[in-house]
């Protein structure tokens, strides 16, 4: 059986926003990381290292059900080149909804915003409780 490689780590999260660059990108992953945290009413952790996550789940790709681990419920990543949001696009309700966040571009899993002032953070919180609601039981 194939596993995800990313996992929950004991690294300060703090710690890694704020040393996140360029100086845009570390501003938006602490307002990020206030958003989220407001919306899901918890703490983040850092997945492997670079994904602020919140909450989790039990993943089972739809191409490969062999490929299967643990993932954030919601979460993102303050990269150099953009913002990584995962978790949004996920549920049926999410993605009727992602269309009215703004400017954006969409990868596999996630979704890509250049900064927060692309997008509309009220919308944005919508998406974030949406996956939240996700039904699995969260993994110890």
């Given amino acids: 059986m194939s596993t995800i490689k990313t996992h929950p780590t004991t690294a300060d999260v703090t710690a890694f926003l704020e040393a996140a660059t360029p100086r845009r990108r570390r501003e938006d992953g602490i307002a990020l990381a206030r958003i989220f945290t407001e919306v899901t009413g918890?703490?983040?952790?850092?997945?492997?290292?670079?994904?602020v996550g919140y909450g989790s789940y039990r993943y089972v790709s739809p191409s490969d059900p062999?490929?299967?681990?643990?993932?954030?419920k919601a979460g993102f990543s303050p990269r150099k080149a953009q913002l990584s949001l995962y978790g949004l696009k996920d549920l049926p309700d999410g993605v009727v909804l992602l269309p009215s966040l703004g400017t954006y571009t969409e990868g596999a899993g996630c979704v890509y915003v250049k900064t927060l002032d692309d997008i509309d953070l009220d919308i944005l919180?919508?998406?974030?409780?949406?996956?939240?609601?996700?039904?699995?039981d969260p993994v110890p």
């Fill in 42 to 51: 918890v703490e983040p952790v850092l997945w492997g290292p670079s994904i």
């Fill in 66 to 72: 062999k490929r299967q681990g643990d993932w954030p």
């Fill in 125 to 136: 919180r919508k998406l974030i409780a949406i996956a939240w609601t996700r039904g699995d």
